[in-house]
């Protein structure tokens, strides 16, 4: 099995910034991409959105909202990805959760694992 331990959430003002951890562990043969996603919690009836992925070669996309505020990296030697975000906005606020593409040692397919996310709050 593949487990997911999203970290560093938390409370900031607005124009402030976090740091978000994501690492894989487990019976882990090959993690192609890697994501983090939002929803906010006072919307639980809306769709999760996308905020940023990267490529096990690097290369990323993010939402129209958190261009040029968030930056995200990933470490492929410790199977963890990495969200920082800068000019953090009031909107900002959700639950950030964390997607991988993994292929298990047992597995010859990519499935696709969540952490159980972690809440972001931002203070106007």
């Known amino acids: 099995q593949v487990q997911l331990v999203e970290s560093g959430g938390g409370l900031v003002q607005a124009g402030g910034s976090l740091r978000l951890s994501c690492a894989a562990s487990?019976?882990?043969?090959?993690?192609?991409?890697m994501g983090w996603y939002r929803q906010a919690p006072q919307a639980p009836g809306k769709q999760r959105e996308l905020?940023?992925?990267?490529?096990?070669?690097?290369?990323?996309n993010y939402a129209d909202s958190v261009k040029g505020r968030f930056t995200i990296s990933r470490d492929n030697a410790k199977n963890t990805v990495y969200l920082q975000m800068n000019s953090l906005k009031p909107e900002d606020t959700a639950v950030y959760s964390c997607?991988?593409?993994?292929?298990?040692?047992?597995?010859?397919?990519?499935?696709?694992?969540w952490g159980k996310g972690s809440l972001v709050t931002v203070s106007s």
């Open positions: 997607n991988a593409g993994v292929r298990t040692i047992q597995s010859r397919y990519f499935m696709d694992y």
């Open positions: 487990g019976s882990i043969f090959s993690i192609n991409s």
């Open positions: 905020v940023a992925r990267i490529t096990s070669g690097g290369i990323t």
